[in-house]
């Protein structure tokens, strides 16, 4: 016997997520989304796997560009992980939101983030209405700030404090 959907999304508000920002690819330019369905799978090779829905934008994206980068969201970013979330105009504007730097793999960074993984796709899973993506991760640094993180929980944007 299955659950309906309603309850389902009313007992995983309980569990509460960071959030990132996950950048990718758009030609010659960059999309964002903000993502809470992060986890990380495997130490060697180190390995992260993140979900994004079938029709989403940054789905399709992510199967061009077959790389990707995550930014970690401090407290201070709550503004900016709303954006992501809710704001298509945003989305498909990411450099115009916020303070940010390409790096040297060519993935879109945002400064203040609390950190970043660059990742390279490695799989694809079908996970019902969404595709679960494997990620390798070729890059990784934490920042010098000692900001709090964004957490989501209960259908709000909350800090540590």
Same mark, same amino acid.
């Given at each position: 016997?299955? +659950? ?6 009313? %007992? ?6 960071? #959030?990132? #920002?996950?950048? #990718?690819?758009?030609? $010659? $330019?960059? &999309?964002?989304?903000? %993502? =809470? ?8 090779? +180190? ?7 079938? =029709?989403?934008?940054? &789905? *399709?994206?992510?199967? @061009? ?9 401090? $407290?201070?970013? %709550? @503004? ?23 790096? *040297?793999?060519? @993935?879109?960074?945002? @400064? ?19 595709? +679960?993506?494997?990620?390798?991760? %070729? =890059?990784?640094? #934490?920042? *010098?700030? $000692?900001? =709090?993180?964004? +957490? ?10």
């Amino acid at each position: 016997m299955a +659950i309906d959907a309603a309850l389902y999304k009313q %007992v995983m508000r309980r569990y509460a997520t960071g #959030v990132m #920002v996950l950048t #990718v690819r758009d030609g $010659d $330019d960059f &999309h964002a989304v903000t %993502v =809470n369905s992060v986890t990380s799978v495997s130490l060697e090779p +180190i390995l992260l796997l993140l979900c994004l829905e079938k =029709n989403a934008r940054s &789905h *399709e994206l992510m199967q @061009e560009a077959k790389t990707f980068a995550l930014n970690i969201m401090a $407290d201070a970013q %709550v @503004e900016l992980g709303k954006k992501f979330a809710y704001d298509r105009a945003a989305r498909s504007a990411p450099r115009a939101q916020s303070a940010h730097f390409v790096s *040297e793999r060519g @993935e879109l960074l945002f @400064e203040n983030a609390l950190g970043y993984f660059e990742c390279r796709v490695v799989g694809e899973y079908a996970g019902g209405d969404h595709t +679960i993506f494997l990620g390798e991760v %070729v =890059n990784a640094a #934490v920042s *010098e700030t $000692d900001a =709090n993180p964004l +957490i989501y929980y209960q259908s709000d944007w909350k800090g540590l404090r």
